[in-house]
């Protein structure tokens, strides 16, 4: 077709669109081009304006690499991911949902911890953490023999991966449920930390004047053949960003009970007051057993 004005354009676009033989290309691509057409004619998009757009673009995947994950930074803090979870969850975004976003900072190969052990790898300060968690199906009965990844940032507002002071893979490990669904381990309480700001998402926030916080969080991600791949975040609700998450990931079925203990522990000697517990239920959902793409190495 040869394009006569401006509106010819879309059309032309979406024909071609149209020849797509894959069903589900196709309707993602028709569907792509009629609203990222009609942004553009919403908000008349300036030339120079498109060019400073397509760099930004650019910059993401530049910026991305084995450490840090740019695309997933911006994507959670314009909300698409939290919206894509919770259109893919929860009976189709109508009841709760235990899932939550993968993140940035998810690493394949975490090492192995029994139960009762600890995922505090290297000299590691602040409080202790002791987490007793539990898998059930959606029927409530426990889920046995789950394989449960968990990783967390440090007191200090890092992930092992962005800090050369943590051991590789610190706060950070695998665990088994047992026959009762329940899985158990030591780490250390996290704090909540701001996203890396140095690139496009970093302009982005401060264009908009907004903060750069994630709340304090566990990450969990839970494999059982049979069931969908649980992603999971537990937040702190004591947590000074707990409502205004920069990621748009918090919801009331993630909230977890983080209960600060200013007595000696019970049974470890070597914990110091204050100590803190998280005890939670992980509820899987039926689906695929399908892990997802690490986003670093």
């Known amino acids: 077709m040869t394009i006569s004005r401006e509106q010819d354009v879309t059309p032309a676009v979406l024909a071609v669109m149209e020849q797509t033989t894959n069903p589900r290309l196709r309707e993602i691509m028709v569907s792509l081009v009629r609203h990222l057409h009609g942004f553009v004619r919403d908000v008349r998009l300036t030339e120079a304006e498109f060019r400073e757009a397509a760099a930004i673009i650019a910059e993401l995947g530049q910026r991305t690499n084995d450490t840090h994950n740019e695309v997933v930074l911006m994507a959670g803090s314009l909300g698409v991911s939290p919206l894509v979870c919770l259109l893919n969850n929860g009976d189709g975004g109508n009841t709760e949902t235990a899932q939550s976003l993968l993140g940035p900072f998810w690493r394949l190969n975490s090492p192995r911890t029994e139960n009762g052990g600890s995922i505090v790898r290297s000299a590691t300060s602040g409080p202790a953490l002791f987490v007793h968690g539990r898998v059930v199906d959606p029927r409530g009965a426990p889920v046995a023999d789950a394989e449960v990844d968990v990783w967390h940032a440090s007191p200090v507002g890092y992930y092992e991966n962005q800090d050369p002071e943590q051991a590789d893979m610190n706060l950070r490990g695998k665990l088994t449920t047992d026959a ?17 700001t140095d690139g496009g998402v970093g302009r982005l926030l401060k264009a908009q004047g907004r903060h750069p916080y994630r709340p304090a969080h566990l990450h969990a991600l839970i494999v059982k053949p049979g069931f969908k791949v649980l992603i999971s975040q537990v937040y702190d609700p004591n947590d000074p960003h707990i409502d205004s998450d920069v990621q748009f990931g918090v919801t009331q079925a993630l909230l977890g009970n983080f209960i600060r203990h200013d007595e000696p522990h019970p049974t470890e000697a070597d914990v110091r007051a204050p100590w803190y517990s998280l005890e939670h239920v992980y509820r899987m959902e039926a689906g695929d057993t399908v892990l997802p793409r690490a986003p670093i190495k």
């Open 180 to 196: 009762d669904g329940r899985f158990w381990f030591r780490s250390v309480m996290m704090v909540g930390y701001p996203i890396p």
